[in-house]
């Protein structure tokens, strides 16, 4: 019964994650978070952490990660199956619509109307991870009392690095991953 679930679940994320990795953490959250518990936020964060350092998408790195979780390798591969094959399917029925009717605006007009409700899933997967990483989990509070300083500061150094000083990515991620190991 788990490998159908898992199966489906990620059957629905592979379907519904228009825009990319980030498009779909919201709705890998919601599978494996709310609706059936495999994880809980804290462990959900550090699988989109381990799930953003490790080669291959988002997504499909989850699935692998919470299928070998939840039934070891015959879950793994189901769920990583079941995230991949919307995927594959969607992708050659439009890359053959595409093709053929590349011009036309109406395409052309639906894509662009897509951009918006693709930052806002990216968005709003990102304020609940600062949430969940400034606040331990806890939810949001008005009080600066409760914030983890040492988790915000580690992530205001990393967006200056990473915007400032252009530095690449996976240093940001080592020199972070340390910054912790030492402070928290």
Aim: charged residues 10%.
């Amino acid at each position: 019964m788990i490998l159908l679930k898992l199966f489906l679940s990620f059957l629905q994320i592979g379907a519904f994650s228009f825009g990319g990795g980030y498009a779909a953490v919201p709705l890998i959250q919601d599978q494996v978070v709310s609706i059936h518990s495999w994880m809980t936020m804290g462990e959900f964060t550090d699988l989109i952490t381990i799930s953003q350092m490790t080669p291959g998408p988002i997504a499909v790195n989850s699935a692998t990660f919470v299928g070998l979780r939840m039934a070891g390798l015959p879950g793994a591969v189901i769920a990583t199956l079941g995230c991949i094959l919307p995927s594959c399917i969607i992708v050659s029925i439009l890359a053959y619509v595409y093709l053929h009717f590349r011009k036309l605006d109406m395409i052309q007009g639906v894509l662009k109307s897509l951009r918006p409700a693709v930052i806002a899933m990216i968005a709003v997967a990102g304020l609940d991870i600062i949430i969940s990483s400034f606040w331990n989990g806890a939810g949001f509070t008005a009080s600066f009392s409760s914030v983890n300083w040492i988790a915000a500061g580690i992530f205001a150094a990393a967006v200056i690095l990473l915007r400032k000083f252009k530095q690449p990515p996976i240093r940001v991620m080592l020199l972070c991953g340390l910054l912790g190991l030492i402070f928290l």
